[in-house]
């Protein structure tokens, strides 16, 4: 089967290499990619913002299941393009995508389903937002309702920062994202990602992680999209899964079907594990980046036949399987990410990197040179990836890795996994 997958990042390099090496794969096209993925598949300039011609390209090249890595291309509606041309899509349709698209949709659903999450309120101006803010105090979470990239959250622990960012939320900070405000109470607890595969009706679970957003180690600095992940979450117990998938995903998936938009592709639940039990943060309706790339390091079950399936409304009484190792992802990115940096620097390395059959070293910003070599292009720009029979294993083993690479304009944060790396010192 021919399938395209859409997207340049190393989560979209994490699915190009599980897809190409399912045996249900003939030719694996990816639009636009990088330099890692094309070698592993035919990378091709596609806009994806013009339906048209991504429905034509896959006319023309036999393509018979499409896959989306961001969620960009999913809330501007792709998914519901493709599927009423009758080509399969591992991914929601618009009014699923909701689900990320908006805030204050899923917190709707949240309340009418009794899905445990932070008590919160919508504003469509700054008036009330801020006369709310008085009555509840800090600290407070401010929230731009639309995509904001992952930047238009703001925990206040005082009042004078959650004042400025709803002043700056509605006077266009955030553009059409900030037409409306959420503002919720602060959660404490320790941070999960949860991850489900969704066919409209049912979701299996598929597993667990924890990222690191901020830039540098301590959690210090400005929140990235993310310099590191590893898979499973040790707060994630069975028990702790169980319930998540009992009272926040099965009631989820009931709610989308009612409203008669079902939800089918990756389900991601952001969770703040509390002392009165798992509450969802924020729904992300497609893989983490970097959580992708640990997860596909451990993934035994074949990758196209579990899309296959979902696409299908097919995934009824399956099950996923997940290698018992761990994996951990260490990113490195270019110096000043997440603000400005340099582009074209050289990297070299990767190969001696990857002389260890258990580290993937995915790429990000990459391109090739005139002469081959490669270039970073990004911000984030390599995910060196390792698996081992403990997170503290498989933290040495990427770190190793890593040493191996000599890139002096890119750095990496030197304590991912510090959590669980603690955690298993006891
Ligand atoms: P997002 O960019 O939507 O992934 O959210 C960014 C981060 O904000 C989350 O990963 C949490 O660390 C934090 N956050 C969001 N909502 C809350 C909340 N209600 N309480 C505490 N932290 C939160």
Known sequence: MNILLIGSGGREHALAWKIARSPRTSTLF?????AGICEEAECVSLDVTDHAAVIDFCRRNDVRLVTVGPEAPLVAGLADALAEEGIAVFGPRRDAARLEGSKSFTKDICRRYGIP???YAVFEDADSALAHLREKGAP????ADGLAAGKGVIVATDMETAETAIRDIFGGAFGAA??????EEMLVGEEASFFAVCDGRTALPLATAQDHKRAFDGDRGPNTG???AYTPAPVMTEEMCDRVMERIILPTMKAMEEAGCPFTGVLYAGLMITESGPQLIEYNVRFGDPECQPL???LETDLVDLMEAAAAGDLAGGAVDWSDRAALTVVMAAKGYPGSYEKGTVIEGVERAEEDPLVKVFHAGTARGEGGELLAVG????NVTALGDTITEAQRRAYDAVAKIHWPEGFYRKDIGWRAVEREKN
């Open 30 to 34: 990816v639009a636009p990619g990088n």
């Open 117 to 119: 999450t932070a008590d």
């Open 140 to 143: 407070i979470v401010v929230k």
């Open 178 to 183: 900030g037409a409306k405000v959420v503002l």
């Open 226 to 228: 993310g310099m590191g």
């Open 296 to 298: 596909m390091m451990r």
């Open 379 to 382: 911000g984030r720009v390599l």
